[in-house]
């Protein structure tokens, strides 16, 4: 009696999602917006330009080289601070949303890889134990037949 081997195994899952391209499809162009924002004030660019504008304004206004249109404790430029922060914070969070909305699909979709992965591992690891008891079966009869013919098995 020969050992059975293992039903041929059929792929029934669907194929893996790229989660770039799932994440992409449902953009709207707010998303995109904030998304461009959080980059854009995310970067050392941002902060050396802003950095040098805010030295420029203090300067011009400290100096009075020009006319002061907003002297020390420079007032009008917190002002502009300001309203440059109650805008960039919401874009920021809203691209953060974003992020770990699209955090969360990569992480079901690793979890989906998973478990189809060890799917597929468990029937390669039963077909190889079915191979194994096969050549076992297989060395067995061959020392008999061996044994029969009267040479020594080896």
Known sequence: MHPPFPDPYEHDHPPVRNTNEVATSTLSFSAWAADRVAALVGSWWFIGVQSLVLAVWAGLNVAAWVEHWDPYPFILMNLFLSMQAAYT????MMSQ??????????????????????????????????????????????????????????
């Open 97 to 154: 949303n974003r992020v770990a909305a699209l955090d969360r699909i990569r992480a079901q979709n690793d979890y989906e890889i998973n478990l189809k992965a060890e799917e597929e591992v468990r029937v390669v690891l039963a077909h190889l134990e079915a191979q194994s008891a096969v050549l076992r079966q297989l060395q067995q009869e061959l020392r008999e037949l061996k044994a029969q013919l009267g040479r020594p098995p080896g």
């Open 89 to 92: 914070a919401p874009m920021i």
